[in-house]
């Protein structure tokens, strides 16, 4: 897969490609990610789609090289770990049309905070994308989502 880029500077514009890895999606819906979710014990689930679209494991560390690739720099309250959190989210959308990068705010080693949850072929996981851990649900790695968002 391939993406065009149309920069504005230097002038006059460049264009560039954008050249994306291949992944296969595997198709799921609401309510199988509902259930998957249920042992979280959320305080609130927000599921904005019917379909889901997720990966391999192994693609999903393909997916995620691309995504973290050059995130913005920390900023206290202005681009924080929510910020990431977002970002990951909505570049794993834009990139590679998978919606099963969702948006998680709960218990974090460092505090309340901001973090994404995926589903893969193993099973569900947390994404730190500030540091670009990632933790099986299961492990008590200090990451429990309290919200999550799929969107």
């Known amino acids: 897969m391939s993406k065009f880029i149309i920069k504005a500077e230097p002038l006059p514009p460049v264009i560039t490609i954008e050249h994306l890895p291949s992944i296969t999606e595997i198709e ?6 509902r259930a998957m979710l249920t042992p979280l014990d959320l305080q609130h689930l927000f599921l904005w789609d019917y379909y889901y679209y997720y990966c391999s494991h192994e693609d999903w560390g393909k997916v995620f090289e691309k995504v973290l690739l050059s995130m913005p720099e920390y900023t206290t309250e202005k ?8 970002l990951a989210s909505a570049r794993t959308s834009e990139l590679f049309k998978l919606n099963t990068c969702g948006i998680a705010v709960g218990q974090s080693p460092f505090g309340y905070h901001g973090f994404n949850i995926f589903i893969s072929d193993k099973g569900l996981f947390y994404l730190d994308p500030q540091n670009s851990m990632v933790y099986n649900i299961e492990e008590d790695s200090g990451y429990r989502a309290e919200i999550v968002i799929f969107a």
């Open 28 to 33: 799921t819906d609401a309510n199988k990610l």
């Open 79 to 86: 681009f924080d770990c929510s910020n990431f959190a977002l």
